[in-house]
């Protein structure tokens, strides 16, 4: 069995910072790729931003140049650095996972957090 839990999500006034986590437990060998994603009211969850075991990582371009995504891999977490938020940065915050347990590969999803930013 394996979890992935967020945590860090909160309300922050706009141009403020927060820092999400997301640390994954359970039967892992290795963790692949890591994603956070978001979803905000009525729309379509979209992709915030990704890093691979390697440390190669990409970004939506409405977040490019404020938020930083890293991970560690002896602690199996992963993070997201939001600074300069944005009203339109609200939404849900979901960690994303591909994670190898012994010789199988799933994709795995945490429960969420919430981020709301006020104007």
């Known amino acids: 069995q394996v979890q992935l839990v967020e945590s860090g999500g909160g309300l922050v006034q706009a141009g403020g910072s927060l820092r999400l986590s997301c640390a994954a437990s359970?039967?892992?060998?290795?963790?692949?790729?890591m994603a956070w994603y978001r979803q905000a009211p009525g729309k379509q969850r979209e992709l915030v931003a990704g890093?691979?075991?390697?440390?190669?990582?990409n970004y939506a371009d409405s977040v490019k140049g404020r938020f930083t995504i890293s991970r560690d891999n002896a602690k199996n977490t992963m993070y997201l650095q939001m600074n300069s938020l944005k009203p339109e940065d609200t939404a849900v915050y979901y960690c994303n996972a591909d994670i190898r347990s012994f010789v199988r590969v799933n994709a795995y999803w945490g429960q969420g957090t919430q981020v709301t930013v006020s104007s």
């Open positions: 359970g039967i892992i060998t290795i963790i692949d790729r």
């Open positions: 890093i691979a075991s390697g440390g190669s990582s």
